[in-house]
């Protein structure tokens, strides 16, 4: 009688998910492991766009609670690295597995958790899964650093009266810009707070009143507040503890 299994597969939120397999070869590899072993894949479940080095990822979860739900036999993934990148995380969802009877199996690795030796590489692989997601961690955080030192926009949404467009000096980077209209709301908004000590329901009042809008809306309180607290709107890319003048 053929067991029961699901897939779960995994891409990154960052730039190495460029590298990384892609969720569609997961899945297909996934697929041809279930069919060897043999076992009828019950679920797919995918979180695209999501990091394992939480356990913030819904459609992981999911398929743990399906396993605990459904008497599954075989929890499919590509590597250990898609299962988790974080040794506690990893511990306590294979806890849980085990607990219901689900084995997990690593299509990219012929090792069996549930013997003494498998268990010690399952172990190591926890540990160096942690070290690279770390380290890679560790490198993004001094790039964007690196960038905010030379003024360039490390990314998202760029604050009201700034846009970001390619650097001049390096066109794969982006530098933000004033939006003339925007920007002289904002100096306004400056203005009423440094040099007319206004709080932000005066100034959110006076803005308001003179038809000035926040990209169509009207500016509430709390929106005049964040703006006002903002490092970036002031002229400064931020990121850690590092800030570059944008001037």
Known sequence: ????????????????????????????????????????????????????????????????????????DYFITWSSSRFARNKRDASYYKSRLESCGTKIVYVSMDIDI???????????????????SRQTSDDTKRSMMRNARSGYWNGGVPPYGLTAVPALD???RRRLQPVPEEAEILQLICKLKAEKGMGTRSIARKVNS??????????????????????????????????????
Request: proline share 4%; with cysteine; net charge neutral.
């Open 114 to 132: 549930s013997t003494t030796p498998g268990w010690m590489i399952d172990g190591f692989m926890e540990l160096f899964d942690e070290y690279q």
């Open 170 to 172: 390096n066109p794969k």
């Open 210 to 247: 003179e038809g000035l809008t926040n990209r169509g809306r009207r500016w509430a309180i709390s929106t005049i507040g964040d703006l006002l607290r903002n490092h970036t709107a002031i002229g400064k890319t931020v990121f850690g503890t590092k800030s570059q003048d944008t001037k």
């Open 1 to 72: 009688m053929s067991k029961k299994a699901i897939i779960y597969a995994r891409v990154s939120t960052n730039r190495q998910a460029k590298k990384e397999l892609p969720i569609e070869s997961q899945v297909e590899s996934c697929t041809k492991k279930a069919a060897a072993l043999p076992a009828t894949i019950e679920q797919i479940f995918l979180d695209e766009g999501l990091t394992a080095s939480n356990d913030n990822r819904p459609a992981f979860k999911d398929a743990v609670i399906y396993c605990e739900a459904f008497e599954i």
